[in-house]
């Protein structure tokens, strides 16, 4: 059987963003959301999700280039001058790997953001991470461990087949997903080693920021059996506070909101959800 999650990212960013997942989900092929409990617009996010009871919203896990949730005393090896998250990926990688105090401190906002996600109220359906910096090794194995103190069920591994891109659009595997393929590898066993949810299949790396009507047709009409979850970036507007430049947010809208994209999954016969909602299906 077919079972799809249609999933956007960044809830809570701006109202931009929110106000898109309100209107994809209500009229259009949206299932999910994975909301950034630290960031502008979170509380505008959850008052939202409060009123979309068949959403399913997940954690968005943001350990760079965000607003951290714990103090920034308490995770100074975490943040820049600013207090903001750090944006050196490979130096802050390499720090949580050799240095202890810099572990600590990432269980301390891990931590801290689960427990934001909990007083919302809102039953957790997944994680994911921003920039999927989950896939680092070390941050995997706090995520799991600390997960499992607050019903993680489910986490999403970008495991992406270029043959299924390819057969939507011509599209080369990147640089990107070459380096991270043994990283991905490492994460979808663990986690399922752990007892927890994880797609056959991910969509959202090659085209992120670019997830088309004709992509998103294109990859729901061509699903496989299985489990498979496409996340996209979706908001009202082109530009607002924290958008990423080149993101093609009003097209990712207007794709999820498409008749065309709504014929596709109706076409297909897959079941639409959030990972939650397939716990025990193949």
């Not at 934001?116 to 090794?137: N, S």
Request: glycine fraction near 8%.
């Amino acid at each position: 059987m077919k079972r799809l999650v249609v999933t956007a990212d960044d809830f809570g960013l701006a109202p931009e963003v929110n106000e898109s997942v309100e209107r994809a989900h209500r009229h259009g092929v949206l299932s999910a959301a994975s909301l950034m409990v630290g960031a502008p617009a979170a509380a505008d996010a959850v008052a939202r999700a409060r009123l979309l009871p068949r959403l399913r919203v997940g954690l968005h896990l943001v350990l760079v280039e965000g607003r951290p949730v714990a103090p920034t005393d308490d995770i100074r090896d975490l943040v820049d001058g600013s207090g903001r998250l750090r944006t050196d990926l490979a130096a802050y990688g390499l720090a949580i790997t050799i240095r202890p105090p810099v572990r600590r401190q990432l269980r301390t906002e891990i931590r801290a953001q689960f427990e934001a996600f909990r007083a919302t109220g809102i039953t957790l359906d997944h994680v994911d991470a921003h920039q999927h910096y989950h896939l680092h090794p070390a941050i995997m194995a706090e995520l799991l461990d600390i997960g499992r103190d607050y019903g993680m069920n489910a986490l999403r591994v970008p495991f992406e087949p270029t043959a299924l891109l390819r057969a939507v659009e011509p599209t080369p595997r990147s640089m990107v997903t070459r380096l991270a393929a043994p990283w991905v590898a490492l994460a979808r066993a663990r986690a399922r080693a752990a007892g927890l949810i994880v797609a056959d299949r991910v969509f959202g790396l090659a085209w992120s920021g670019a997830m088309t009507e004709t992509r998103l047709a294109g990859l729901i009409a061509g699903l496989p059996p299985g489990r498979t979850e496409i996340y996209t970036h979706p908001a009202t507007t082109r530009e607002f506070p924290g958008s990423a430049a080149g993101y093609r947010y009003c097209e990712e809208f207007s794709a999820l909101l498409s008749p065309i994209c709504r014929d596709a999954l109706r076409r297909s016969g897959a079941a639409l959800g959030g990972y939650g909602d397939f716990a025990g299906a193949n």
